[in-house]
């Protein structure tokens, strides 16, 4: 069974945002949903675009975190094109890092089983089948699991409950100017009003105006705060004498436009406010998934009609008018925009021709951002380009979904999967990339080196996963890249199947390998990340042949190299090996300290393989004191226990490590008695993420 990797909200385990704008109304709206989630465990909120069924979901789901000890989690779907992966995103965006080859709902289903947990699924329409797959699934394995789900339809699964988020209150027609003006969609304007002009202020002069505007946008949240912006530029009764124009002709076209005519005309007006170079940039920059800075959107959106010059300006006053969201950013301001106005921008692209054009711009921006990645990962920026290339998972999805489609296209998607390999590695995407990699490499590809990259870096995949006949079978196929003078292909062939013979206790047969793995590195191969892995795992295979003295050599030199560098990552791997031979020579403050060292950059990355490895070897230094050691190596064993099982214990549960670690267990076992082991085990299997980094590397008590 999988666990979490560890996130709390104050109090509340889970993952949900701040609210970034105050939240107006809804009392009787949340009353009802929380009625409706005691009664059924999946509730639905439908209704109109723009009516802020997110925002009233989200609330919700705060509301009622008291209730779900297990936490309450969000998974934004929105920016999500592929079914296949609806089930891992759910997973990741619960904490959990499973990487094996189970089927990701297998995990979920583990996971959550007996878990008082609130599930709440944002933006279900595009993958309405998926969503109701799933949610039947997860309800009928997970009997204390409750759903939230946003759709513009129903998911229609047995045991749904519905319910249609309606539009705020507006006031009546009948209203005379001294009513009192309390009505949610008044409160809502005027706050968002005063935010962009600080002068204005609901009066007996303008209040009746308001009040029509309200009524003539129908109460829709997301239309009333698009008119907002207009109120720095007219008043408002001359906006609500344009709106009643647009809606009128819109009444005319009947269908769609008269059924969603508020937000359409709040839309439409909006766009028609824009200058030209505005309404471009807003259908250019409607291929971005997530958010993005100004220099993606030049790099993007940016040629002869829109120069690069003119974007901040252009991104700034988009953001003005409510089009885009602003977000601060510890490197800069990023912008997002939402998926009813980029549905809008993408409609605008795709009758100007240019949607197929922008995608490319937008995949090589893509592929060009993950090539520097690459080369400067093995760096002092690595937790820098962690932030970003989480920061651009979204995106980088949509890119990846772009180029298997077209035959023109799959050389470069290929080769943006394959430049990822560092990604996928460090940053538990192992699932995923396996995924992108196998789906791409079963297409009809010329030979060449992004395919020769891409079969490597799959078989290095299915190595993590334990799926050791894949990654043979991979390697095969990548050989005769490596045989024809790809070096970088060689190191790392002959790094995997060193990893390989490792695993299955062929000691010499390893050693052999990877040395010829840090030869080709050393030599026109990967000088940076692919020599200090092979390094480091050369001196793991001597600390198993026994040979101390020479491992040592090896790993010192992978550790100087990582310091002359900067890199973190793999010197953490290296600390981890130097650990295992201190240990095995009998000297145990240096196993601890090599071990702590180890673990201390783990968590940053959330590199759950990483962090179980530290503690298991943690645990097999503590377990040699004899007075408190026994206690401290079983709370470690049970808190390495909850992070293997998120890994999803693949060839690591086997072998020379598995050997190792039961041999701590039975050492504790003897030593603490059946009870007080299994006591103190059970405390550290309950331990969160943050505690349990805490109390490993001895800067917290149990």
Not at 249 to 255: I, M, P
Not at 575 to 595: F, I, P
């Amino acid at each position: 069974m999988a666990e979490i990797t560890g996130l709390r909200s104050g109090e509340h385990l889970g993952n949900l945002p701040a609210e970034i704008s105050s939240f107006i109304g809804r009392r009787e709206e949340l009353a009802e949903i929380e009625r409706l989630l005691s009664g059924s465990r999946l509730v639905t909120l439908t209704g109109v675009a723009g009516v802020g069924k997110t925002r009233t979901a989200l609330r919700a789901a705060s509301e009622l975190r008291a209730a779900f000890p297990d936490g309450v989690w969000l998974a934004e779907l929105s920016g999500l094109e592929d079914s296949g992966l609806l089930a891992y995103a759910v997973a990741h965006a619960l904490g959990l890092r499973d990487q094996t080859t189970r089927p990701p709902l297998d995990v979920l289903t583990g996971f959550l089983s007996g878990r008082r947990a609130l599930l709440v699924l944002d933006t279900c329409e595009h993958l309405l089948d998926a969503c109701a797959l799933l949610a039947e699934v997860l309800l009928a394995a997970c009997p204390w699991l409750r759903i939230l789900a946003t759709s513009r339809r129903p998911l229609n699964v047995e045991g749904e409950a519905l319910f249609t988020v309606p539009p705020l209150p507006v006031p009546g027609a009948d209203a005379e100017p001294g009513d009192d003006p309390g009505h949610d969609s008044v409160a809502l304007f005027v706050e968002r009003a005063a935010a962009v002009d600080h002068r204005f202020a609901l009066t007996p002069s303008n209040q009746a105006a308001v009040a029509r505007l309200c009524r003539r946008l129908e109460g829709i949240p997301l239309a009333l705060e698009l008119a907002a912006v207009w109120v720095s530029a007219l008043p408002v009764e001359r906006i609500v004498d344009r709106l009643d124009r647009r809606l009128e002709l819109l009444a005319a076209d009947g269908g769609t436009a008269r059924r969603h005519g508020a937000l359409r005309t709040a839309i439409g007006w909006s766009h028609e406010l824009c200058c030209p170079r505005e309404r471009l940039l807003w259908a250019r920059v409607s291929v971005f998934a997530g958010a993005f800075d100004e220099a993606a959107a030049a790099a993007v959106c940016a040629d002869d009609r829109l120069p690069a010059r003119s974007v901040p300006e252009l991104l700034a006053a988009l953001a003005d008018r409510s089009i885009l969201s602003r977000e601060e950013r510890d490197t800069g301001i990023a912008y997002r925009m939402l998926d009813t106005l980029r549905e809008y921008g993408t409609e605008w692209l795709e009758s100007a021709g240019e949607r197929r054009l922008l995608q490319r711009r937008h995949r090589d921006h893509h592929l060009a951002l993950v090539r520097r990645y690459e080369a400067e990962w093995c760096g002092p920026r690595q937790l820098e380009w962690h932030t970003t290339m989480t920061r651009a998972h979204a995106d980088l999805r949509v890119a990846l979904e772009f180029s298997p489609g077209d035959p023109d296209e799959r050389q470069a998607g290929l080769d943006l999967a394959g430049s990822l390999h560092l990604f996928w590695a460090s940053g538990g995407m192992i699932r995923e990339g396996r995924h992108y990699l196998d789906r791409a490499l079963a297409l009809d590809l010329p030979p060449g080196p992004a395919t020769a990259k891409a079969l490597w870096t799959c078989a290095r995949l299915a190595c993590t996963q334990g799926d050791l006949a894949a990654a043979e079978e991979l390697i095969e196929r990548c050989r005769p890249y490596a045989e024809n003078g790809d070096r970088v292909a060689a190191g790392y062939l002959a790094y995997l199947t060193g990893g390989i013979a490792m695993f299955r206790g062929e000691h010499d047969r390893a050693a052999e390998l990877l040395r010829d793995a840090v030869a080709f590195h050393r030599h026109g191969g990967d000088a940076g990340t692919g020599l200090l892995l092979s390094l480091a795992v050369q001196g793991m295979v001597e600390v198993m042949r026994g040979d101390f003295d020479r491992a040592t050599a090896l790993l010192e030199e992978s550790r100087a190299l990582c310091d002359r560098y900067g890199d973190r990552w793999a010197r953490a791997f290296a600390d981890y090996m130097r650990g295992l031979a201190e240990l095995a020579r009998g000297d145990v403050a240096a196993a601890t300290w090599y071990g702590r060292e180890s673990l201390r950059f783990r968590p940053l990355l959330r590199d759950t393989l990483g962090t179980a490895l530290a503690l298991d070897l943690l645990a097999s230094a503590a377990v040699t004191d004899e007075h408190a050691g026994p206690a401290r190596a079983a709370v470690l064993l049970g808190f390495a226990d909850r992070v293997w099982h998120t890994f999803g214990l693949p060839q690591f549960g086997s072998g020379d490590l598995a050997r190792q670690r039961g041999r701590c267990e039975r050492q504790a076992r003897l030593a603490l008695g059946d009870t007080a082991y299994e006591a103190a085990f059970r405390q550290g299997r309950a331990m969160d993420l943050l505690d349990g980094i805490a109390y490993a590397l001895g800067e917290a008590p149990c």
